[in-house]
């Protein structure tokens, strides 16, 4: 099981990561692993909260768009339920993708709310991806690390 901190080097945050929708090559795999946790989302009514199968398949994609594009760049699926990936230097990380940037402060606050729960074991570092849901370029946001009181944006 991965470590929710690193004392590494954080050169990896230093990449591009903005994609396009046809920078994804194995879109098969892609629907696969939406449809997988929309499965486990649906299964449970607290967490489904009335949504149907499709509904929250088409959440899914629109979220994992660029897991799967990091997972094609070298980056590891993190298997666990309801985890994002594993980041080259072994770190686990959460992904999150918002229609604008006017949204990244209530995405923040979503994440820093699970940061604290601390059953949840959430990580320390959320990448913020910026897709309209209209075009099919994912704007890579930001990098945030968990300073024991919130997320921050790295430099």
């Given at each position: 099981m991965h470590s929710n901190t690193s004392t590494r080097t954080y050169d990896i945050f230093n990449m591009d990561m903005s994609f396009n929708f046809d920078d994804i090559k194995n879109k098969d795999e892609w629907r696969e692993r939406a449809m997988n946790e929309a499965k486990q989302i649906h299964s449970k009514p607290s967490t489904a909260r009335g949504r149907t199968l499709n509904e929250i398949y088409e959440t899914c994609l629109y979220g994992h768009a660029p897991e799967?594009?990091?997972?094609?760049?070298?980056?590891?699926?993190?298997?666990?339920?309801?985890?994002?990936?594993?980041?080259?230097?072994?770190?686990?990380?959460?992904?999150?993708?918002?229609?604008?940037?006017?949204?990244?402060?209530?995405?923040?606050?979503?994440?820093?709310?699970?940061?604290?729960?601390?059953?949840?074991?959430?990580?320390?570092?959320?990448?913020?991806?910026?897709?309209?849901?209209?075009?099919?370029?994912?704007?890579h946001q930001g990098t945030y690390i968990w300073n024991e009181k919130k997320y921050v944006l790295l430099p």
């Open positions: 799967q594009y990091l997972i094609e760049t070298g980056w590891e699926d993190d298997e666990r339920p309801y985890k994002d990936l594993i980041d080259p230097q072994g770190d686990p990380v959460e992904i999150k993708v918002t229609e604008k940037e006017e949204f990244v402060p209530y995405v923040l606050a979503r994440c820093q709310t699970a940061k604290l729960e601390k059953w949840r074991n959430y990580p320390d570092i959320v990448y913020i991806f910026i897709n309209n849901k209209k075009e099919t370029s994912y704007r």
